[in-house]
């Protein structure tokens, strides 16, 4: 069973920075998975922000990140980080830690994962 546990969220002032971490079990060494975040802020629909495929640290980013948001995986490779940079009011949302094997992946931004996190929230103070 496949388990993942967020953490870093918080309250910052524009432009500042936050990290958030989702430490992932539940997939054996040799699988391939795509792992990343998703987002939802209040009266809007859920958006895929940043993902990276385990086999070859390949990494997606909506557009609106770009240049802002880097994601990266820890040494012990069952760590995901999310580094948040230049953050904007509108980044403000729930994000969630999301997974899943990467054969049944296919745009790693809008695919319907079946494994979620339980959320972490993420408040940027104008």
């Known amino acids: 069973q496949v388990q993942l546990v967020e953490s870093g969220g918080g309250l910052v002032q524009t432009g500042g920075s936050l990290r958030l971490s989702c430490a992932a079990s539940?997939?054996?060494?040799?699988?391939?998975?795509?792992i990343g975040w998703f987002r939802q802020a209040p009266g809007k629909e859920r958006e895929g922000v940043s993902f990276?495929?385990?086999?070859?640290?390949?990494?997606y980013y909506t557009d609106s990140v770009k240049g802002r948001f880097s994601i990266s995986r820890g040494n012990a490779k069952n760590t995901v980080y999310l580094q948040m940079n230049s953050l904007k009011p509108e980044d403000t949302a729930v994000y969630y830690c999301v997974a899943d094997y990467e054969a049944v992946v296919g745009d790693p931004l809008i695919y319907p994962y079946d494994y979620w996190g339980q959320g972490t929230q993420v408040t940027v103070s104008s």
């Open positions: 990276i495929k385990s086999r070859n640290n390949n990494t």
């Open positions: 539940g997939f054996f060494r040799l699988d391939h998975y795509v």
